[in-house]
């Protein structure tokens, strides 16, 4: 389109409309397929409530490489990490090790002991018993205290520069 900051208002207008009329699903896939907008409460709320397979899709929109910033590696490593920490504590080894292996194992090249040691919590029937590990609370605390960690790389992310959204989406009209 000839005029982008003419297409950016409109984009941003319809996200607004959907959002008005709690058409909360299209607004944010607006907002992940434009790339104009990047919805920070919602990302956030994904993070934080565990529903962390839609906050990574939902980042792909914006940032689809893992590996293109160290910004990236940190929220992208975060998110899987929390996948991992959530299914251990659900008891669930045969899908934390299906994690290892699938969503882990890229961040080794940051962290050469990542697997090793993920491989030995996931081995333990109470990861808690682990040292390192022994105060691991509930995994929505757990996720919170890391919110900050994730919403500084974010900010920082020269890719989002622009894009992020702090506000929450308008609420429904009564």
């Known amino acids: 389109m000839a005029d982008s900051a003419a297409y950016r208002r409109l984009i941003s207008s319809v996200i607004k409309l959907l959002d008005s009329n709690n058409y909360h699903e299209s607004a944010r896939t607006l907002e992940k397929e434009s790339g104009f907008v990047f919805n920070l409460a919602y990302f956030e709320h994904c993070f934080v409530t565990g529903l962390l397979e839609e906050a990574e899709d939902y980042l792909a929109g914006f940032l689809p490489y893992i590996h293109e910033n160290a910004y990236c590696v940190n929220v992208y490593f975060e998110l899987n990490w929390q996948k991992f920490m959530d299914v251990l504590d659900q008891g669930d080894r045969i ?61 920082a992310n020269p890719l989002l520069d622009g894009k992020i959204q702090y506000d929450p989406p308008v609420p429904p009209q009564a």
């Open 95 to 155: 899908e934390a090790r299906r994690i290892l292996d699938e969503d882990l194992r890229p961040f080794e090249r940051y962290q050469p002991d990542l697997i090793v040691s993920a491989s030995e919590l996931a081995s333990l029937e109470d990861f808690r018993t682990h040292e390192a590990f022994r105060n691991y609370g509930v995994p929505e605390e757990e996720r919170r205290e890391r919110l900050e960690f994730v919403r500084t790389n974010l900010e």
